[in-house]
């Protein structure tokens, strides 16, 4: 599999859960724009070859990174919901990635990310035709009435949370995108849009601290991280 692999980053959001003016892959952690950080795991990553950012509109505050270790970094415009984010993101990607070739998904607000686990993601997700870094679920689940009261307790086993980076096959991602935008399914990731069309995604187990930055106290959680992994 030598075809180049390109990332295609979601980072149209407002960041409505952080708050502020200023979007949240925008803010700064550890002295730098949020998403600079993701940025540069995934292009620092040997078998990465390019980045293709998905902006908002009117974006003021993307900082125009356009090579970032040596590979480009394209940008596109994102749509309403995550999910015409990412269909806008496959669709501008190069015609060198073709519909065979394998196409990886990662939010911009996921700076934690690890090397070694987009590595198992590749080795693991290939043969598989595609899959996503999760884990399994750790603590009790419980599902909440109306008053928040725990109503009931439910089987943890075979239950995952799922991280990014997703990856899939351009032509087969991007169909099952179109499809579920046609049904009005708003997926809530690549996965979920690949079950619809009848695939199975291998969940491939990645580290807990692939956070994704959603709320103000993230940003100290991700520093933290960050700064361990150096
Ligand atoms: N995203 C996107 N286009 C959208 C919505 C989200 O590209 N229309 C991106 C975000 O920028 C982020 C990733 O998808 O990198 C994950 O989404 P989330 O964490 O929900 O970010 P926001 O939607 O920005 O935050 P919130 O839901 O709190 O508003
Ligand atoms: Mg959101």
């Known amino acids: 599999m030598n075809a180049p692999l390109w990332c295609v980053v979601p980072a149209a959001g407002r960041g409505t859960r952080v708050g502020g003016s200023i979007p ?14 993701t940025l540069e795991r995934l292009a620092s990553h040997p078998r990465i070859a390019g ?3 998905v902006l908002g509109d009117n974006d003021a505050h993307w900082p125009g990174a356009d090579l970032l270790y040596g590979k480009p970094v394209l940008t596109t415009l ?5 999910c015409d984010s990412v269909l806008a993101g496959v669709r501008a990607l190069p ?15 996921r700076p934690c990310v690890r090397e070694g686990d987009i590595t198992r993601l590749l080795d693991l997700g290939m043969p598989a035709g595609g899959g996503l870094l999760g884990a ?14 725990s109503e009931v307790t439910e089987p943890r086993d075979h239950r995952w949370r799922a991280f990014t980076p997703q990856m899939f ?4 991602l991007s169909a099952a995108l179109q499809v579920a935008y046609a049904a009005g399914v708003t997926v809530s990731d690549e996965a979920m849009a690949m079950e619809r069309a009848g695939f199975a995604p ?7 601290d692939n956070i994704k ?4 106290t993230d940003f100290a959680l991700a520093e933290f991280l960050l700064s361990r992994m150096k």
Do not use: C, N, W
Request: proline letters at 6%; aromatic letters at 4%.
């Open 169 to 172: 096959r351009r032509g087969e």
């Open 95 to 109: 015609p060198e990635v073709s519909d065979d070739g394998f196409v990886l998904v990662h939010d911009a607000a």
């Open 78 to 82: 994102g749509g309403a919901e995550r």
């Open 213 to 216: 930055v959603t709320t103000a």
């Open 136 to 149: 399994p679920l750790r603590d009790t689940l419980k599902r909440a009435d109306d008053a928040g009261r």
């Open 202 to 208: 291998l969940l491939v187990e990645g580290a807990e």
């Open 51 to 53: 980045l293709m950012v």
């Open 24 to 37: 949240k892959q925008y803010l700064p952690l550890a002295g730098r724009p949020l998403i600079l950080h």
